[in-house]
């Protein structure tokens, strides 16, 4: 990037390098978690603070061990697998000792001692030596020396995966023994070569360790499919063959036929180097939250001075892991405190949630396969014939597991649902799928070709349809391809059927439906998860770490803009303009020909003949196109050139009124007890308030408010985002989560209170929860009933998640940190702010009203 | 068509804030010119083929230009419309080693 003078980029002051006491670090283990580890280290300036020097049993790099089932099916070759190549090692100055077996560690004299007669001393020392497969005691398995038959393989390494693919081109029957996910994936890649399996499994349903019986028998229907036979409920009882393999024996004397036996019966952890060097060392290398080894046995001894381990190997308040998600956070956990960059980092154990494809099969599972206690709802659809099984397990209105076999389309939600403990829908078959329900009965397959779908981009069926022909294969692809849904996105759910409809079901996958912008592929908790985890605050620093390949997204920016802000009211690091829409670089909101709106603040709809002279004169001085009243009870001035926007504000001396942004916009008042006869409440005093508490604040999408005086609703408070009504007896009923927009929906009944400043107290916190849990763009009428009305309620109003002290602490610091952005006029923050974008003499200007007409002003278009 | 390639010095690259957008009129023509975050510059023709929006107002990454006022979205190195709309005129920009923006007009540009 150039740095420039212009004063937009601050320059990071660099701390100056020391180099000269770089601790030694030595990591015994070079496979996905200790390379992780190290990864981890470098990215928070590691190299400064460490020599490292890695020890790895293969004489490679380091791989993705995930993929070697690809390989084995030939989906991937080897050269895809690869994380680390030999060079990376050189290029980040580590030292790789590949193909080095280390044998123990003297922790008092802190040296590693390697099977090649080396010593290495290290300062601080790392333990990631994985597992290895668990070969069951099986008759008949080793020969009369001692060494194991010919032909029989675990599948664990590039060693392993190629060993079986040379044996699949020549051999022809095989065994595998084990139906978990590693057996099943050995299974289907041999089948892929032609292979006949036989698949053992001694536990009564495949994948028993992740799923329940029924997702057992469902999967084994997919399997069998593939034309792999399935054995379960069978103990393998020996190998048969004297030198190399021939077969193997079944307990009731039956004998598969094999060339080649497959051993997939579970991993252990490698502990051999931990329990030589007098490690605490149980089912794994036992680890405290920071990663720290002890020593002695129970750790008696206490923590092993700068000792630590991470992934497959450690055993962590009694846990062990055997999925890649666990060890990536362990790494991180481990960075932090090593560099020090969070020297309070601490891991907690992972909730581990499984998405994989096994033999070509989506498979999701999370947390308990089926209930397991009385009170547990159960929720299952069940489709053996096209291989699909779902299910979830809620208890006291939480997720606390989900199984999803061949249809994993909800696994966005779910697993939001999962490790956020996001509220659950009433319905409970919406956990399952998606009921598109629009207002009417007429089915999508009855619609008229030319029946028009999107209103705002004048998008038909049959457009859609036809984008869906040309080969558009998700939702997202048809939207982009046609604009339909791309408006004011009321109809999107229509479009999703529309598309669904003309796709007959072969409608690929659209993950990133769920995803909160296109640009980075996270839905939202998990998004403000990771900003919060990693402290990013800016956009560019998101896409940065969080974007594929660290790529920016300008479909992405808005979001991502409105999102920091919402996190970090104090602020964010870097004021990136670009990241946000025209509309809020200059405040004003941009129309067709390209001039902008100006909107000042008149809270409540209460304006002064001050304000009114003002308004009056700025029409005047910049040739106001159009002064309109709107919807909102405000005065709308069209058609100000960007350039004159600084000076338009200066004359009107008044604030925002926030009409262009994703943002809280206005309170529609009614005249309430002041001069109406009917009025019940101060609605003019308490929409004022709410305005003046809430001016600004960025929400998900457009926030329209309204107080009425009386049930007469004058202000159409029952259709608004949040809508107000006196009750009388100085009580008032907040209603959330209606429109009158493309969508109209009568607001619900959140609750009734008995203040007006319980009133401005609930409208903060639904506010603040909106900003939180809403999807961007996600109007609040889409919102409410997502979650479901009684689930709102119970948190804003019950408190069931112990959720509204901080929902209040964030709104009152965002409140705190409001600052009128018109005041950017005296001062602009970026060079040529508001310079014209349109010298342009052709753009389709929009007509005056006629000369003498309210509105008309004499014509004098001025190009540069 | 005449092949005819002319190079014009339109504004120091400073003008433009790191990410945005700024419209010149460059030999008669209207030019939006963008700073990229990578450094690089792209220019198109300042107008969008669709409605006539306003370009130079839209957001960019090192790829697009999205148009503000419908958002639709461009390739900034074809001119292609990544939806079904009409091409944009892009054309070749560079950053001078005195940090002035050059941007190359073909002469028979409309």
């Known amino acids: ?864 | 068509m005449s092949a005819t390639t002319t190079s014009h010095r339109v504004c120091p690259l400073a003008e433009i804030p790191v990410g945005e957008g700024r419209a010149y009129v460059v030999a008669g023509e209207q030019v939006a010119v963008f700073r990229h975050r990578s450094g690089r510059v792209s220019a198109t023709q300042a107008r969008c083929p669709h409605a006539g929006g306003p370009l130079a107002d839209g957001q960019i990454d090192e790829g697009v230009v999205v148009c503000p006022l419908h958002l639709n979205a461009f390739d900034l190195a074809t001119g292609g419309s990544t939806g079904d709309q009409p091409a944009l005129a892009v054309h070749a920009a560079t950053v001078d080693a005195d940090g002035t923006v050059s941007v190359q007009l073909t002469g028979s540009a409309s």
């Open chain 1, 1 to 864: 990037m150039t740095l420039t003078s212009s004063g937009t980029q601050t320059g990071t002051a660099q701390l100056p390098v020391q180099r000269a006491h770089r601790r030694r670090l030595v990591v015994v283990g070079n496979g996905m978690a200790g390379a992780r580890a190290v990864e981890e280290l470098l990215e928070r300036g590691g190299r400064d603070q460490f020599a490292i020097t890695m020890f790895g049993d293969e004489p490679y790099g380091n791989y993705n061990r995930i993929m070697l089932s690809h390989v084995l099916s030939g989906e991937e070759d080897e050269d895809g697998i690869f994380l680390n190549s030999l060079p990376w090692y050189a290029e980040n100055g580590i030292d790789l000792r590949a193909g080095v077996r280390v044998d123990r560690v003297d922790r008092f004299a802190k040296v590693v001692h390697d099977a090649d007669g080396g010593r290495t001393p290290y300062d601080v020392l790392l333990i990631a030596t994985g597992s290895s497969p668990f070969f069951p005691a099986m008759e008949g398995m080793h020969r009369d020396d001692g060494t194991m038959l010919d032909g029989v393989f675990g599948f664990r390494t590039l060693d392993d995966a190629r060993a079986l693919l040379n044996s699949a081109k020549v051999h022809r029957r095989a065994v595998v023994i084990g139906g978990g996910l590693l057996g099943l994936e050995a299974a289907h890649g041999l089948a892929t070569h032609g292979v006949e399996v036989d698949l053992v499994h001694s536990p009564s349903h495949l994948m028993n360790q992740q799923l329940g019986p029924e997702a057992g028998r469902v999967l084994r229907g997919r399997i069998e499919a593939l034309g792999i036979r399935v054995h379960t409920g069978v103990r393998t009882k020996g190998l048969r063959g004297t030198d190399r393999v021939t077969g193997v024996e079944l307990p009731d004397g039956t004998v598969l036929p094999a060339d080649l036996v497959v051993v997939a019966a579970g991993i252990r952890p490698n502990v051999d180097v931990a329990v030589r060097s007098g490690l605490d060392v149980q089912r794994g290398i036992v680890v405290d939250d920071r990663m720290r080894c002890s020593s002695g046995e129970d750790g008696d001894e206490g923590p092993a001075d700068g000792v630590y381990a991470v992934g497959e190997c450690v055993q962590h308040r009694g846990q062990t892991y055997g999925l890649v998600a666990p060890l990536w956070e362990q790494a991180g956990v481990l960075a932090d405190h090593l560099t020090g960059t969070r020297p309070d980092a601490e891991y907690h154990g992972t909730r581990t949630s499984t998405k994989l494809k096994v033999a070509g099969v989506d498979l999701v599972a999370m947390g308990l396969a089926g209930p397991e206690r009385d009170g547990d709802e159960f929720v299952v659809f069940s489709e053996p014939s096209r291989g699909i099984y779902l299910n979830v397990v809620v208890r006291d209105e939480r997720l606390v597991g989900a199984t999803l076999l061949g249809d994993v389309r909800k696994t966005a939600f779910l697993t939001q649902a999962f490790d956020q403990g996001l509220p659950l829908p009433q319905e409970r078959m919406a956990l399952l799928f998606d009921l598109g329900a629009p207002s009417d009965d007429v089915g999508v397959a009855e619609l008229a070709d030319d029946a028009q779908v999107c209103n705002c981009n004048g998008v038909s069926k049959g457009t859609i349809a036809g984008a869906v022909a040309d080969g558009c294969s998700t939702v997202g692809a048809v939207m982009a391809k046609t604009r339909a849904g791309k408006g004011c996105g009321s109809c999107k759910t229509l479009v999703e059927q529309v598309v669904q409809w003309a796709a007959g079901g072969d409608l690929a996958v659209d993950e990133s439906a769920s995803w909160y912008v296109p640009g980075v592929p996270l839905a939202k908790p998990e998004l403000m998860t990771a900003i919060r985890e990693r402290r990013l605050k800016s956009v560019s620093a998101v896409f940065r770490e969080l974007a594929p390949g660290g790529a920016e997204d300008a479909k992405s920016k808005m979001g991502l803009t409105s999102l920091l802000r919402m996190m970090w009211p104090e602020g964010l690091d870097e004021e990136e303009r670009d990241g946000r829409f025209i509309n809020d670089r200059v405040h004003a909101n941009i129309q067709r020909d390209g001039t902008f709106s100006v909107v000042p603040q008149m809270k409540g709809g209460v304006t002064s003949a001050d304000q009114l002279r003002r308004i009056a004169d700025v029409a005047d001085k910049y040739d106001v196109g159009m002064i309109k009243v709107t919807g909102g009870q405000r005065i709308d001035l069209l058609g100000i050139r960007k350039e004159d926007l600084p000076k338009v504000w200066a004359d009107l001396g008044m604030p925002s009124g926030y009409a262009y942004g994703k943002s809280f916009r206005t309170v529609k008042t009614c005249v309430g007890t002041d001069f109406c006869r009917f009025g019940l409440g101060d609605s003019t005093k308490l929409g004022i308030d709410i305005e003046t508490r809430f001016q600004g604040v960025e929400t998900p999408a457009k926030l329209k408010l309204a107080v009425v005086g009386c049930p007469r609703n004058c202000a159409e408070a029952y259709v608004k985002d949040v809508g107000v009504v006196a009750v009388g007896s100085g009580r008032w009923e907040v209603y959330v989560g209606g429109a009158a927009g493309a969508s109209v929906r009568k607001g619900d009944l959140l609750a009734t209170v008995d203040s007006p400043e319980e009133v401005l107290a609930l409208t903060g916190r639904f506010i603040q929860f909106y900003r939180e849990w809403g999807n961007w763009l996600e109007r609040t009428y889409e919102f409410v009933p997502r979650l479901g009305l009684e689930r709102v309620r119970a948190v804003l109003v019950d408190d069931s998640d112990g959720l509204v002290a901080g929902l209040d602490e964030r709104m009152q610091q965002t409140v705190d940190a409001y600052r009128d952005p018109w005041q950017e006029g005296a001062e602009p923050v970026t060079p040529g702010q508001f310079r014209s974008s349109l010298p342009l003499v052709d753009l389709p200007l929009v007509p005056r009203r006629p000369a003498g007409a309210p509105g008309g002003l004499a014509i004098s278009e001025v190009a540069r």
